[in-house]
């Protein structure tokens, strides 16, 4: 079996060689290898044990179907900052000509291997600020290791550039030996560091800002606006991405659990909001808003998912997501298929609002293209998105970043989902900032609104080990 493997490598890479000498583009070679032994990957020991590629990892599972994804190192990276020009169709036609340009040896028809781009954008690509300096407007990687997870299966995807002298037996070696870290046992015993103080800008200011909102949507300049607030939290120690991680995984069942590493800083977060999936052509949108914490008790957590689901500010939140989302996806897609009514969508600390949005994606329309018509949805912008996002601007004093936008992943056959960076902190050495916001229309109350958003700081609260 092996040896069978350590042929195909060599037989596959030697012919990319050939076949790239006489062509004067790309450069790339990409392979993928189905590894047996999925029940002995821990994909918490993947992250343990690859500290040599830390700075430059993704970490990415879905939680309708446990797709782990890890992305390690960069073969190749489309970034941008700061731009108004379209970032999104930027990285689209960038990652078409890169794909022509790669030798792919997959035999696997498996969404998530072989080339597969990861990373995210931010929320605003006008604003930049020191806060996020490490996270430009937008950055997707081809990581040089893909391991990739499903139910039954695990695979491995490495990317070699073909831009020096290649040592086709040091490439082999390298492979075989990310197989056995796959296989490695985590590491037990690392402790949650000590939580030292939680800042947040005034309460006051911000309930104030929630009140001018409020004003603007009364005097009908606009119908609903999300804002944000950033809590920092600080630590004794160095906070150990790889137990963040683990805790999130098991704490937050419901949720997308994601990672992005960039130098120094982790981007992270357990976010229950899909923004789309495309697979083999078919979509899947979500929207998401409107939400009640959790009862104490199975009784009273009715009661208050009852309350929710007929409560007519709630609804009317909700809805705004709803038209939005329906009329970009109709726009791009055929058959599509959305209830009539929300239903409800348990996490572990809150309750939300959830209507799904299901289509085909039209012949000629992409995934990043669905991506660009729905950020932001007015679960994260408002209504109008101009004057809300207008709003946000002048008003709205946190530094969103990356927080509230797109994260997720694309391959070669345009499958692949981004969410949307919610419930989410960014981890800087013994400090955290973290984020949480909530759909302001106008019968919303400013102290109720504050307090469900320090209920949305809860799951990364817990995660870190903040939450008394
Ligand atoms: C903006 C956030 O939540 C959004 C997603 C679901 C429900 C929401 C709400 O009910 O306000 C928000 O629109 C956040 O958690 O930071």
């Known amino acids: 079996m092996i040896e069978t493997r350590q042929q195909r490598f060599t037989e596959s890479i030697s012919e990319a060689l050939d076949y790239q000498a006489h062509k004067d583009t790309p450069q790339l ?50 970034k941008e900052n700061k731009t108004n020009g379209d970032r999104f169709e930027h990285v689209h036609s960038e990652w078409n000509d890169l794909l022509k340009s790669v030798y792919i040896d997959n035999p696997y028809n498996q969404p998530g291997t072989g080339p597969v781009i990861m990373g995210g954008f931010s929320f605003d690509p006008e604003e930049s600020s020191e806060l996020w300096e490490n996270y430009p407007s937008s950055q997707m990687t081809l990581p040089e ?34 197989i056995e870290t796959m296989k490695q046992h985590p590491q037990q015993g690392s402790k949650d560091p000590e939580c030292v103080n939680q800042q947040a800008k005034s309460a006051e200011e911000w309930k104030e800002t929630v009140r001018s909102a409020t004003e603007r949507i009364e005097n009908k300049q606009m119908n609903k606006v999300v804002l944000a607030r950033e809590l920092r939290v600080s630590f004794t ?8 991680l683990e805790n999130l995984l098991e704490q937050q069942k419901q ?44 009784q009273e957590d009715e009661v208050l998912g009852n309350e929710l689901l007929y409560d007519e500010k ?9 038209d939005m989302i329906k009329q970009a996806i109709e726009a791009c897609s055929d058959n599509v298929e959305v209830p009539e009514s929300p239903v409800l969508y348990k996490l572990r600390n809150l309750q939300h609002l959830y209507t799904p949005v299901k289509g085909k994606l039209r012949e000629g329309h992409s995934l990043l293209e669905v991506v660009r018509s729905l950020h932001p949805t007015p679960a994260m912008g408002g209504v109008p998105r101009e004057e809300a996002l207008s709003f946000i601007k002048e008003e709205e004093k946190a530094d969103r970043g990356w927080y ?30 973290l984020f ?16 469900e958003t320090q209920i949305k700081f809860s799951p990364m609260l817990m995660a870190l080990g903040g939450l008394q």
């Open 29 to 78: 070679f990409s392979y993928t290898e189905k590894i047996a032994g999925v029940e002995e990957i821990n994909p918490i020991a993947v992250f343990q044990y690859t500290q040599s590629f830390k700075g430059s990892r993704f970490f990415w599972t879905s939680p309708e179907d446990g797709m782990v994804l890890i992305g390690l190192g960069s073969a190749y990276q489309f």
């Open 145 to 178: 290791y893909i391991i990739t997870i499903d139910d039954s299966d695990a695979y491995l995807t490495c990317h070699i550039r073909f831009d020096g002298q290649v040592d086709i037996e040091n490439c082999r070696a390298s492979f075989t030996q990310m």
């Open 237 to 244: 120690q160095t906070i150990p991405v790889s137990r963040v």
């Open 255 to 298: 949720s997308y659990i994601f990672a992005l590493e960039s130098g120094e800083d982790c981007f992270i977060g357990a976010t229950p909001e899909r923004l789309v999936k495309v697979e083999n052509g078919e979509l899947l949108s979500t929207c998401l808003a409107g939400t009640s914490p959790r009862g104490e008790t199975p």
């Open 314 to 322: 709630n609804r009317m939140e909700h809805a705004f997501v709803v």
């Open 404 to 433: 509230s936008a797109p994260i997720g992943w694309m391959d070669a056959m345009d499958n692949g989902e981004f969410a949307v960076a919610i419930r989410s902190g960014l981890i800087q050495k013994n400090e955290a900032s």
């Open 436 to 451: 949480a916001g909530c759909g302001i229309v106008k019968d919303s109350d400013p102290e109720k609104e504050f307090q």
